[in-house]
């Protein structure tokens, strides 16, 4: 992978892609100890990074006068780029999803014009169902991340952020597969090996991690996180090698931190960031690494979220950053017993927001229910306040 294929696959996508904003952030930065920016491909045609690797596949196919016809298979992102990218070249494109996909994602990628088949429970199914509709037709199977042309046209986000920050020291990546790392760190580190590379996963999918460490290529039997957009059990073979000779650390991040992570663009940005694309600033924010002082630019590497997750993500950030504080404890279930524990949470300044009986539990005595709570309180010292005041009054007080 050279310098040239990533320029060459900048000016093919020149008139297709935004050359999206590197925003700086006071708030970020004071966070973190660093100088921050964020680079915003959540706000890239289809919403994600995705369209520059796909793009650059297409037009290169329609350089050497290959097939006009393309397939894929993806429960997300790439989906949406490849079917973007073969509306804009005149091509066919079939993309393979699980059956359990979105239905909103799937009405996405079938509004670029591609023809969508859905298949089995989990990607690995639509996968190979990719492969055997390519095997019949003759068309190209676009990878999603394990193509040199495909690496390339990623590479062109590090191409932008050199334009715009050209002091840069640190760059923040997430990572599942690998091609938006290895790309970016090819680029960088031929134009400038001064800069830092650092790769990002989810703690729950962290096979990139493992084989960097490893310096081999190793994948993992279970993917669990929210982040479902970097949840990748089995990384590139290529993507793997390039990471293995250009990144200088591979770091994770908790779910926790990446649900930090989102809600605190929604406040502080008015942006919303996917889990995935969070996953870098949620590493800058908790210092898994240290880059005091440095100028940083974490990639913020895709928006598409389902509404309908919205909700637990934010909970879930509350939650991690004190915000909501979710408890039980048990209470006599007697008249009175309920307003009696309302009015010292009130008279805390504490929100009650969900009450639950449990009054079937085995350990109860027949007068007794646990009451489950969840409060809205202002910090992590606001809740230890609560607790402590419920415990002065005699509740016995278990965190949930």
Do not use: W
């Given at each position: 992978m050279t310098v040239k294929e990533v320029e060459s696959a900048a000016e093919r996508l020149k008139y297709i892609v935004h050359h999206t904003p590197v925003n700086s952030s006071r708030t970020f930065s004071e966070m973190s100890g660093t100088e921050l920016f964020i680079k915003c491909e959540n706000l890239q045609k289809t919403g994600s990074f995705k369209v520059r690797g796909a793009y650059n596949k297409l037009a290169k196919m329609a350089e050497k006068g290959e097939t006009d016809s393309v397939v894929s298979s993806s429960a997300g992102n790439h989906a949406q780029g490849v079917a973007y990218a073969a509306s804009a070249r005149r091509m066919n494109a079939t993309i393979v999803m699980p059956r359990s996909t979105p239905i909103a994602k799937v009405?996405?990628?079938?509004?670029?014009?591609?023809?969508?088949?859905?298949?089995?429970?989990c990607y690995d199914d639509a996968y190979q169902k990719a492969l055997e509709i390519q095997q019949e037709t003759g068309a190209v199977f676009v990878h999603p991340f394990d193509d040199e042309d495909v690496i390339a046209g990623q590479g062109t986000v590090a191409l932008e952020i050199f334009k715009d920050i050209p002091t840069v020291d640190a760059v923040l990546i997430p990572a599942g597969g690998g091609g938006l790392l290895a790309g970016m760190a090819c680029y960088i580190k031929q134009i400038n090996p001064r800069v830092k590379v650092i790769g990002v996963q989810a703690q729950g999918a962290?096979?990139?991690?493992?084989?960097?460490?490893?310096?081999?290529?190793?994948?993992?039997?279970?993917?669990?996180?929210?982040?479902?957009?970097?949840?990748?059990?089995?990384?590139?073979?290529?993507?793997?090698?390039?990471?293995?000779?250009?990144?200088?650390?591979?770091?994770?991040?908790?779910?926790?931190?990446?649900?930090?992570?989102?809600?605190?663009?929604?406040?502080?940005?008015?942006?919303?960031?996917?889990?995935?694309?969070?996953?870098?600033?949620?590493?800058?924010?908790?210092?898994?690494?240290?880059?005091?002082?440095?100028?940083?630019?974490?990639?913020?590497?895709?928006?598409?979220?389902?509404?309908s997750f919205i909700h637990k993500i934010v909970e879930k950030g509350l939650i991690t950053r004190g915000r909501q504080l979710k408890f039980g404890t048990v209470m006599l279930d007697i008249p009175g017993s309920l307003q009696h524990f309302?009015?010292?949470?009130?008279?805390?300044?504490?929100?009650?927001?969900?009450?639950?009986?449990?009054?079937?539990?085995?350990?109860?005595?027949?007068?007794?229910?646990?009451?489950?709570?969840?409060?809205?309180?202002?910090?992590?010292?606001?809740?230890?306040?609560?607790?402590?005041?419920?415990a002065q009054n005699g509740y016995k007080v278990f965190l949930e």
């Open positions: 009405a996405a990628t079938s509004g670029y014009g591609a023809n969508v088949v859905l298949h089995g429970d962290n096979a990139i991690v493992q084989s960097f460490q490893a310096k081999s290529h190793l994948s993992t039997e279970t993917s669990f996180t929210i982040a479902d957009g970097i949840s990748v059990k089995v990384p590139g073979k290529t993507t793997t090698e390039l990471i293995n000779s250009y990144v200088d650390e591979m770091v994770t991040v908790t779910d926790e931190e990446i649900a930090d992570a989102i809600l605190l663009l929604l406040e502080r940005t008015k942006m919303l960031v996917e889990p995935a694309g969070a996953a870098s600033l949620a590493a800058a924010l908790h210092k898994k690494i240290n880059l005091n002082g440095q100028r940083v630019v974490c990639v913020l590497s895709g928006g598409n979220i389902d509404v309302s009015a010292i949470v009130a008279s805390c300044g504490a929100n009650i927001i969900m009450v639950q009986y449990d009054r079937l539990h085995a350990d109860l005595r027949l007068n007794e229910a646990i009451l489950h709570i969840v409060c809205e309180v202002s910090g992590t010292k606001h809740g230890q306040d609560v607790i402590e005041k419920l």
